[in-house]
């Protein structure tokens, strides 16, 4: 899959592409990302990865969530 067929929720393009991976980094505001505050001080953000193919009307989706304490700058991944 190209790095112009996957979406952070259903608009925002990948900004980063490396050899293993793409790396999506949007502030949690964008992206129609929900945040959710969660006990204990920590907050769960949830979004999903979209594919769709440049060459069919193929399209697919994986949902994603990142639970982090609130007071920690963290980053975020998925590795299929």
Request: net charge neutral; aromatic share 12%.
């Amino acid at each position: 899959m190209a790095p112009d067929e996957v979406f952070l929720g259903d608009r925002c393009p990948v900004t980063s592409v490396y050899q293993r991976f793409y790396e999506f980094q949007y502030h949690p505001t964008d992206c129609n990302i929900r945040i959710e505050v969660l006990p204990e001080d920590r907050l769960l953000f949830v979004s999903k990865i979209i594919f769709k193919s440049k060459f069919s009307d193929l399209k697919a989706s994986i949902p994603v969530a990142c639970a982090v304490p609130r007071t920690t700058t963290l980053m975020c991944s998925f590795t299929p």
